[in-house]
């Protein structure tokens, strides 16, 4: 089984709705992340969490929100979606500053 | 601030040959540097990663050194092969243990038999 599994794998909604991603990791990873990659731009951080009483900010976290639900589960909403909210949405945990795992990634499209 | 620029893509290669993605950063203090691959489909994944200057990281044939007289950190391969194919991001890791990662751009290397 992955260590990092991301639910679901795609999902296609409409402008407005409100939308929950979700990752679960068996590591016993304290650190968890979100981000979202779009083609040109690579990787840019959402949210990132260090435990679960800690939650932070990313550089593009306007219109998302997250849960750290327990250690091995962090989910991030997007409240009302746009279509610029378009893009392949990545969980990743790590134990240190070194190494970071990937999941495999949500597809959402906001049409 | 900080940041990470790639050399622009797609980058095509026939097989064996020599392979050089190019990466600069501009950050303060010292970071760590790393280079992870994206094959289709999956996710990233870590391939190598260097934690001061003049460190060498390798695995599976690839190598970068970490050069902070010329903040660059590039990727070589000597001899790549069709199952190198992928998008390969290079990314910094700032001083202060945050783990944040700052990522470049991505370059799309396909490798033809």
């Known amino acids: 089984d992955a260590d990092v599994t991301q639910t679901p794998r795609n999902r296609i909604t409409k402008t407005g709705k409100r939308i929950m991603l979700e990752c679960s990791q068996t590591?016993?990873?304290?650190?968890m992340y979100w981000y979202r990659q779009d083609p040109g731009l690579g990787l840019r951080l959402i949210y990132y969490?260090?435990?679960?009483?800690?939650?932070n900010k990313g550089e593009i976290s306007d219109g998302y929100s997250v849960s750290r639900q327990a250690q091995a589960k962090f989910s991030l909403s997007l409240e009302s979606a746009i279509p610029n909210q378009t893009a392949l949405y990545f969980c990743?945990?790590?134990?240190?500053?070194?190494?970071?795992?990937f999941g495999p990634g949500t597809r959402l499209t906001v049409l | 601030g900080n940041s990470v620029t790639q050399m622009e893509g797609p980058v095509t290669l026939s097989e064996e040959a020599f392979l050089t993605i190019n990466c600069t950063y501009t950050?303060?203090?010292?970071?760590?540097l790393f280079w992870y691959v994206q094959y289709p489909g999956e996710g990233l994944q870590l391939l190598l990663k260097?934690?001061?200057?003049?460190d060498k990281g390798s695995n599976k044939g690839f190598e970068a050194t970490y050069r902070k007289e010329t903040t660059s950190f590039h990727l070589e391969k000597g001899s790549v092969q069709v199952s190198d194919s992928a998008v390969y991001f290079c990314?910094?890791?700032?001083?202060?243990?945050?783990?944040?990662?700052?990522f470049g751009q991505g370059t799309t290397l396909q490798v033809k038999p």
């Open positions: 969490s260090f435990d679960v009483k800690d939650i």
């Open positions: 990743a945990t790590s134990a240190d500053m070194y190494e970071q795992f």
């Open positions: 990314a910094l890791s700032r001083a202060g243990n945050t783990g944040k990662l700052i």
């Open positions: 590591k016993g990873h304290d650190r």
């Open positions: 260097a934690t001061k200057a003049d």
């Open positions: 950050a303060t203090g010292y970071p760590s």
